[in-house]
């Protein structure tokens, strides 16, 4: 019998914190963006890509938009 080597595929799963929905702001496209962040990236968001008209948004986080780690977030940033 022949000894078999497995390849293994390793598939990291990233836990989604919050999932955001913005506007584009050019008032010609206004598109509907969904925004998906870990913890890392709330961490480091600051705007997003309209997907349809590819223009960049700056946006930053509020406590309204995680409540539940707003604090956690606001210590992280001022540490890092």
Known sequence: MKN????????????LL???????VDALCNAKARIGLTKEDARLYCGFECEQCK???ADILTERDVPDWWEELTITEKQG
């Open 18 to 24: 919050i999932e955001l929905e913005r506007r584009c």
């Open 55 to 57: 223009r960049w948004n």
């Open 4 to 15: 078999r080597v497995r390849d293994r595929i390793t598939i990291r799963s990233r836990v």
